[in-house]
């Protein structure tokens, strides 16, 4: 299965969490999820994959 969330490293050195259905930031209760650390933004989007998985059948 291809992963639905990457993370994408930012010019400032930060990273955000990517849905890639629509390209941009994925959002968390209302929040983008923008300005991690890469260490924090791998593990939003191994979440949010393990989370949305059982939607692709």
Do not use: K
């Not at 994925?26 to 939003?44: C, F, I, T, Y």
């Amino acid at each position: 299965m291809t992963p639905r969330y990457e993370v994408r490293r930012e010019d400032d050195g930060s990273w955000t969490v990517v849905d890639t259905a629509t390209d941009l930031p994925a959002v968390v209760n209302d929040m983008p999820q923008l300005g991690h650390s890469e260490e924090d933004a791998r593990g939003v989007a191994r979440e949010l994959d393990e989370l949305m998985g059982d939607d692709d059948g």
